[in-house]
């Protein structure tokens, strides 16, 4: 079993939907929890970064964490085609020092059509 | 904010040469820095870890003769290719993380294309 499963989809909505991406992981020792989006041929950009169970939210976007089901989702509200990118979810049991390192989802691949 | 650059965005070069791809974090400490590969329609793939004045940590299968990783201050950490051959063609990313920053920050990514 891989430490984080993640459909890799690809996800296609219309303009407007919500968007619903998850992730479930198999190490209870992760403590922070991570969405970075990914846009075709970029870096990935930080869009949440969230503490243990519970809920974050940003604009549009929300993140929640249930650490006892060890699933974590991504709520994205009122999806716009500028959201079409490949949502990566990554964890980490630490939160800096030295061999800190995060472990990533394959990502799920969104397309969101105008 | 945190913002983490790299140069050059990309780089074609003859099979044999050497390729030096930079990485800087423009307004934080990066105490760690790390470097990533990426293929088509994958997800990041770990290579290497440093710490700033420190030798790099590789991952299992990476060679650290091939792939040099200096990082040599805290804004500045370099991925040196040496003698690139095609099946080296790929995406390198990197990321920091440092004083005040809670997870790693990626830079844009070079995309580097050995003929």
């Known amino acids: 079993q891989k430490e984080v499963e993640q459909d890799p989809g690809p996800l296609s909505v219309p303009e407007g939907a919500i968007v619903s991406l998850n992730c479930t992981y198999s190490?209870?020792?992760?403590?922070?929890f991570m969405w970075y989006r990914q846009y075709s041929r970029k870096g990935p950009e930080l869009l949440m970064y969230t503490y243990s169970s519970g809920n974050k939210e940003d604009g549009r976007f929300t993140a929640q964490v249930d650490k006892s089901s060890k699933y974590i989702s991504l709520f994205i509200r009122d999806s716009q085609p500028s959201d079409s990118a490949t949502y990566l979810c990554a964890m980490s049991a630490r939160s800096g020092g030295s061999n800190y390192k995060l472990t990533f989802g394959k990502g799920t691949l969104l397309t969101v059509n105008p | 904010g945190a913002v983490v650059s790299q140069h050059p965005s990309w780089v074609i070069c003859k099979s044999g040469t050497s390729v030096k791809i930079e990485c800087r974090s423009l307004d934080f400490q990066a105490t760690t820095m790390f470097w990533y590969r990426q293929f088509p329609k994958q997800s990041l793939m770990l290579m290497a870890t440093s710490n700033e004045g420190s030798k790099a940590t590789y991952e299992q299968g990476v060679e650290k003769d091939k792939f040099l990783i200096n990082h040599a201050s805290l804004t500045l950490s370099t991925l040196t290719v040496t003698s690139a051959h095609p099946e080296d063609s790929s995406f390198y990313i990197c990321?920091?993380?440092?004083?005040?920053?809670?997870?790693?920050?990626f830079g844009p990514g070079t995309r580097l294309t050995v003929l």
């Open positions: 190490n209870s020792a992760f403590q922070y």
């Open positions: 990321s920091a993380s440092g004083r005040g920053r809670d997870t790693q920050y």
